[in-house]
């Protein structure tokens, strides 16, 4: 049973830093091409950032591009977003998801599997 576990949200002010987590399990991670998401209230999930099997090949959304950064251990099985220069506009629940298999994609509906989020508050 695949299951990925957010850690590391939490409450923020505007120009401070977090670090997420994202543990994999039941699933063979370095096959995955991953990605991170995130759901406002009130309004649709959006991509966040990208990045391959090998973590070779990585790609923002042009709203983070320059303050949050993707990386992967496939050692570890986790994939980490660290993100800096927060905004309240990114005041969001943040979402890990595996592709399932090496295509990676800004959509969601691409992903096979999902983690329950952790919510992410920046407070200006």
């Known amino acids: 049973q695949v299951q990925l576990v957010e850690s590391g949200g939490g409450l923020v002010q505007a120009g401070g830093s977090l670090s997420l987590s994202c543990a994999a399990s039941?699933?063979?991670?370095?096959?995955?091409?991953m990605g991170w998401f995130r759901q406002a209230p009130g309004k649709e999930r959006e991509f966040v950032a990208r990045i391959s099997r090998s973590g070779g090949t990585i790609v923002y959304a042009d709203s983070v591009k320059g303050r949050f950064t993707i990386s992967r251990d496939n050692a570890k099985n986790t994939v980490y977003l660290q993100m800096n220069a927060l905004k309240p506009e990114d005041t969001a629940v943040y979402s890990c998801a595996a592709s399932g298999t090496y295509r990676m994609s800004a959509y969601s509906r691409d992903y096979d599997y999902w983690g329950q989020g952790t919510q992410v508050t920046v407070s200006g």
């Open positions: 039941g699933m063979i991670f370095s096959n995955n091409a």
